[in-house]
């Protein structure tokens, strides 16, 4: 099976910046996803990451190590409809399966 | 528009009846999925099919049924509904070969059992 953690809420100041952790284990891992949630809609697809590194997107960016089994999504100059929860997602194992964990509630304020 | 879409967008209903839950995508996907999340907003897969083949099928009851007629659709039919059913169904799609491939995600049923 899996076990992917991540912090159940964070709080940040309008214009900071923020990083929200993932530690995961697994075995067959074909990759890393970031999606974010915003209450009440579908969740939408951040960033892709399956080498060791950073991948730079805008204000966002995500970082994986695999032998370490960690990520983590950094935002930049945080605007307030930053404000959702993000998602750490894990594809493994056969089917190509995709496995969430349980979200990071991140609050941006004044 | 080019979407995953899933209806209906509200399903009221009690306790033992039967109801299904349609999802339809014109992204030209191969893969389709049914997620299901929680109160706590945990998102969890429950079924996968790859071209109309079934590739996924995790824990779960068999009242819960999924039929995709082609592969631009996949159906969710659930029998004798529970209090527990009470949840956010997400249709999602994505290119199931190409490890890189995101989930495309519909816009969610949420159903409430009384």
């Known amino acids: 099976g899996q076990n992917i953690d991540q912090p159940t809420e964070m709080t940040a100041t309008e214009g900071a910046i923020v990083q929200i952790n993932c530690t995961y284990q697994t075995s067959g891992f074909n990759g890393l996803f970031w999606y974010q949630q915003h209450a009440g809609e579908a969740p939408t697809f951040l960033s892709y990451n399956v080498l060791d590194g950073l991948e730079e997107k805008g204000r966002f960016s995500s970082f994986l190590s695999r032998s370490k089994g960690y990520s983590y999504l950094l935002l930049k100059e945080l605007q307030m409809k930053d404000s959702a929860s993000y998602l750490c997602?894990?594809?493994?194992?056969?089917?190509?399966?995709?496995?969430f964990g349980t979200g990071t509630q991140l609050k941006v304020e004044l | 528009d080019t979407a995953v879409s899933q209806t209906p967008k509200y399903l009221v209903t009690q306790m033992g009846n039967d109801k299904s839950i349609k999802c339809e995508q014109n992204l030209g996907h191969d893969t389709m999925y049914w997620y299901k999340q929680d109160s706590k907003k945990f998102l969890k897969i429950m079924f996968s099919?790859?071209?109309?083949?079934?590739?996924i099928n995790e824990t779960v009851p068999n009242r819960f049924s999924p039929k995709s007629p082609d592969k631009a659709h996949l159906n969710l039919h659930i029998n004798s509904l529970e209090l527990g059913d009470s949840a956010v169904y997400f249709c999602?799609?994505?290119?199931?070969?190409?490890?890189?491939?995101?989930?495309?995600f519909g816009n969610g049923t949420r159903l409430t059992v009384t």
């Open positions: 999602a799609s994505s290119q199931g070969e190409n490890y890189n491939s995101p989930l495309h």
């Open positions: 099919y790859n071209n109309k083949e079934l590739i």
């Open positions: 997602a894990v594809k493994a194992g056969g089917g190509n399966k995709l496995t």
